[in-house]
C-alpha cells in the first residue's frame, strides 16, 4: 500500500512540474512577442536582412 501511494504522489510531482513548465514557457512566448510584435510586415520579410 505504501509503494502504491509513493508512485500516485510521485507521479503528481511529475504532473505538476510539467504543469508549470508548460505555463512558464506560455509566459516567456507571450512576453516576446508583447516586446518584438510578433512577425514583421510582407515587405520586410521578403527585403530580408542581406545588407552586402
Not at 25 to 30: E, K, M, R
Amino acid at each position: 500500500m505504501r509503494r502504491m501511494q509513493q508512485a500516485r504522489s510521485s507521479s503528481c510531482s511529475c504532473t505538476v512540474a510539467i504543469a508549470r513548465t508548460g505555463i512558464g514557457s506560455a509566459i516567456a512566448f507571450l512576453m516576446t512577442r508583447l516586446v518584438t510584435g510578433g512577425r514583421v510586415d510582407a515587405h520586410v520579410e521578403r527585403e530580408g536582412l542581406d545588407f552586402t
